[in-house]
């Protein structure tokens, strides 16, 4: 204990002196440039430079500006700087008033110091881009390739190992890749037989014809759409129990529309297009319109403003990598987006709202429906809020829609003209179908009614309809309630029939293309509806009428349990008959109406789209946008070797430097927009180069050392980095290596809580705010809000949850009794544990530990007497009691909290 308090000290007392004697710029680094990026850089940066001043660097801090120098070494009080910081006169403060808070006293002490100690400063401290030079906005140019290697990722990388004097590690062993590829293209384990065949196969193709059967897998799509949904944010819909208040219903189409495309290859230019803008590309193809659940999920029921903030703010992030939202207040501080921009952006939204569509089978759009967005309001206005305030728009300025200058391709708007079916949904033939069949329905059972109110009776009254008299005449006997009932119910049903009948004739023709609303045939179809219409409201308001009269009597009639509770109800019967009575006179006094009016079937919608959407759709994917194709295989790259090409996933602005791996960048970025955008081919290229099949260790020790010496990170990607595996494919391992994941398809999202019970892949379960399994959460899984890079924690919660989850338990005793009803020797079964669970067999040493392991367990469940009993609660899991079979369940157990089981090397 005495040498490790030694050493401790020692060590913090090296550290203070490091940064005393070699660290003499970390005040400036730690304290003075965050505050003057914070409060300064927006007037005096790369972007813009106020009085020709720049704050960004030391250098230009002493260079000064227009008017001399900004600081006074000699006499540190009378610096410029410090006087603009601390004047009271506002016209000369700065940050000016409206641009930032003024500095505080200990923020304005944090410039003193460093004035009065010299301004000291790194040598070689870099100036942010002019954005003109800015590699991210420069044209993607394809790279010459050097030759030597076969696989262009390799050219580019074994370029830079050269010049570096690494070593890149030797290709890993054929189980260990099969195993990294297999997770990595479908997110499940390889078989035995599959590690069987794949080790067997000694064609010199083998590895390519793995990777092709990966790529065609369908369990492909399933493992790339969660990769994309973190970054495009899905979140299925969340509210206080029934009411919404973000995204929206039924969303999971989104994410099943995310699996098929990219199971299609679909180019990844053409899914951007449909997200933003599948309904203004197809407005009547519903499957594309699934797609702009990428809107539709960014919902919310309190605020349009914040509901539009996050649409500009991560349609910008996710495909373009740009931090557009830091320009909602003011002008960006580092790159040149200007204030007016973020909201001419914003007004290609504008319009935009969401709705739900019926679909065949569900007339209730609570239970299912189709999400999409459309252009509700095409004329609305968009204002800049001063200072970012929703409380004060400019509405002397209105924004028109455009989009950032930095990227020079077209942006072209044109209004479109959609089809009667878009904007009257209602037109899809199976809502008629539907509608017509349930009124038929509800005719059929109110015919059976009627029989059944007047089977004791003779001869049937007549009823309204069967008459030629617009009242119906006198009744042979006196009705009872149940009788008069019937026949008004009847009467209704019909009239409610014809009704319907009556307007989808006339919508019909009112909607057909090659009509007018004027024209004669229309005029005589509208005149039939409404009079049907007004038929069949006279019939309700008749059936209403009795029953509130009837509701009357009851009230007078019945025994109360005093006086006040027994005028309330007449009251309340009264008033309710009144009101009854009233709608019966005024649908009565209709009848002889002759207009044309009568209820529309459906909702009419604008009938033209702005078109801004698809048009920032098309500049997003457009060839000479740089930033697209750079940004989309940054994140493929990313979620194949762990840690991505260019480190700031969603800001390639001014403050992303250029990337240590550029020419591969754009060589990729090249060839994913050069070969229509194909994601597959893009995956394919990398794991199959010699990168993503390099071992992740060696038993070279100076080899390894060397290497680390010169890149300690791994940034030249001379080895395989060992990752963990994200939190869904974790849980489905669990249950696929014990044969019991359920590998059904698509659906709605099924609820967060049976995830322990419901066998299916965790990316069917829903995932929004406050609605994430346990596992999930433990795991890091992607938060709902944004998640463009997953983020691994190591807690002690990880270990737990695998060993008490249930989930877990159960599924390694359904694995030990399949390996069990197999292998009888011990040795046996380990080894058909380990290929199945790790896809290896064990080393000897792992072998002799697990031998034991099963030895000590067997003979100790066999001493049932020496076993501690307890108070247990409602079953869960089913443990076998068997000794034999209970050790090697505990084993299967054991595996699956394996390091090796939740990581991939």
């Not at 430097?657 to 970025?669: M, Y």
């Not at 067999?841 to 469940?861: D, G, H, M």
């Amino acid at each position: 204990m005495f040498r490790l308090v030694v050493a401790i000290t020692l060590t913090l007392n090296l550290s203070a002196f490091l940064s005393a004697e070699e660290k003499p710029y970390a005040h400036y680094l730690d304290k003075v440039k965050p505050l003057l990026t914070e409060k300064c850089i927006s007037c005096h940066g790369p972007v813009k430079q106020e009085s020709g001043l720049r704050l960004d660097t030391a250098k230009f801090i002493k260079v000064g500006s227009d008017f001399g120098e900004v600081v006074d070494l000699n006499t540190p009080s009378k610096s410029g700087i410090l006087q603009r910081v601390t004047t009271k006169h506002l016209e000369e403060r700065m940050p000016p008033e409206g641009e930032g808070e003024p500095l505080k006293p200990e923020q304005v002490q944090i410039l003193t110091d460093w004035i009065t100690t010299g301004m000291p400063a790194p040598d070689d401290e870099v100036a942010l881009e002019d954005p003109a030079d800015h590699w991210a906005y420069q044209p993607i140019v394809r790279p010459e390739l050097s030759g030597g290697a076969a696989n262009p990722v390799d050219q580019f990388l074994n370029r830079t190992h050269e010049e570096s004097g690494v070593t890149p590690y030797p290709r890993a062993e054929k189980s260990t890749l099969l195993r990294r590829v297999t997770l990595g293209l479908i997110g499940l384990n390889p078989t035995p037989v599959e590690l069987e065949e794949f080790l067997a196969d000694e064609s010199p193709d083998a590895y390519e014809q793995l990777v092709d059967r990966l790529l065609a897998d369908p369990r492909h799509g399933e493992r790339w759409a969660r990769h994309w949904m973190d970054v495009w944010r899905y979140s299925d819909w969340n509210g206080y129990k029934n009411q919404l208040r973000g995204s929206q219903r039924h969303i999971w189409r989104w994410r099943d529309w995310i699996v098929e495309s990219l199971n299609d290859d679909k180019g990844y230019d053409r899914m951007v297009v449909e997200m933003l803008a599948g309904d203004e590309l197809a407005p009547g193809d519903n499957d594309v319109l699934r797609a702009t659940g990428f809107l539709s999920r960014n919902y919310h029921n309190s605020n349009r403003n914040i509901w539009l903030d996050a649409t500009v703010e991560h349609t910008a992030k996710a495909f373009l990598g740009m931090t557009v939202n830091c320009a909602r207040c003011h002008d960006h501080k580092f790159d040149p987006i200007p204030q007016q921009e973020y909201y001419q952006l914003r007004a290609v939204f504008e319009p935009h709202h969401v709705r739900t569509e019926r679909l065949p089978g569900q007339r209730n759009l609570m239970n299912d429906g189709l999400s999409r967005v459309y252009d509700q309001k095409p004329d609305e206005p968009t204002y800049v809020y001063i200072r970012g305030n929703e409380k004060q728009p400019d509405k002397e300025n209105p924004v028109s829609p455009d989009v950032p200058d930095v990227i020079d391709a077209p942006f072209d708007v044109e209004q479109i003209d959609l089809p009667p079916i878009a904007y009257f949904p209602a037109l899809a033939e199976h809502i008629e179908q539907e509608d017509l069949a349930q009124a038929e329905n509800a005719l059929k059972k109110a015919e059976q009614e009627y029989k059944k109110a007047f089977a004791q009776t003779k001869t049937p009254p007549v009823s309204k309809e069967e008459s030629s008299f617009p009242e119906p005449p006198p009744l042979p006997v006196t009705l009872t309630d149940a009788e008069r009932r019937a026949e008004l119910q009847l009467n209704a049903a019909k009239h409610n029939l014809r009704s319907l009948q009556a307007r989808w004739s006339a919508e019909r023709n009112k909607y057909n293309p090659r009509k007018t609303k004027g024209d004669p045939q229309w005029n005589g179809l509208a005149k039939i509806a409404a009079i049907n219409e007004r038929q069949h409201n006279y019939a309700v308001a008749q059936k209403e009428l009795f029953e509130k009269r009837t509701a009357l009597e009851k009230a007078y009639t019945t025994e109360h349990k005093d006086a006040k509770t027994r005028t309330a109800a007449i009251t309340k019967a009264n008033k309710e008959w009144q009101a009854a009575e009233k709608k019966y006179h005024e649908t009565k006094s209709a009848l002889a109406n002759t207009d044309h009016k009568y209820t529309p079937v459906g909702k009419e919608y604008p009938k033209i789209s702005t078109g801004r959407r698809l048009a920032l759709a098309q500049w997003i994917t457009h060839p000479e946008n740089p930033l697209t194709a750079r940004v989309a295989v940054n994140h493929i790259w990313l979620r194949h070797f762990g840690t991505p090409l260019v480190e700031n996933v969603f800001d390639f602005g001014l403050r992303s430097p250029k990337p240590e791996h550029v020419e591969l960048l754009d060589w990729l970025a090249s060839e994913l927009r050069d070969s229509d955008w194909s994601m597959k081919h893009i995956h394919r290229l990398i794991v199959t180069s010699d990168a993503y099949q390099r071992r992740s260790s060696s038993d070279d020790a100076e080899l390894a050392s060397n290497n680390l010496a010169v890149d300690a990170d791994n940034k030249l990607y001379w080895k395989a980095n060992i990752q963990r595996l994200e939190a869904e494919i974790i849980r489905d391992n669990v249950m696929y290596v014990a044969g019991k994941l359920d590998l059904t398809q698509g659906g709605p999202d099924i609820d967060y809580s049976d995830g322990e019970k419901v066998l299916r892949r965790s990316l069917y379960f829903r995932h929004a705010y406050e609605k994430q399994m346990t596992m999930m959460t433990i795991f890091d899984a992607a938060s709902p809000n944004e998640c463009y890079r997953r983020s691994e924690s190591i807690l002690p919660q990880q270990a737990l949850v695998l060993s008490n989850s249930d989930l877990a338990l159960n599924m390694s005793t359904e694995l030990a009794k399949q390996l069990n009803a197999a292998h009888d020797d011990d040795r046996n079964f380990i080894d058909a544990l380990f290929v199945k669970t790790l896809t290896r067999t064990p080393t000897a040493e792992e072998a002799a530990v697990c031998t034991e392991f099963l030895a000590v367990q067997e003979k100790r469940l066999s001493q049932t007497e020496t076993l501690t009993s307890f108070e247990a609660g409602e079953a869960k899991t089913t443990l076998p009691q068997e000794p034999k079979l209970r050790a090697r369940a505990n084993l299967a157990h054991v595996l699956m909290n394996h390091n090796d089981f939740i990581t991939v090397r």
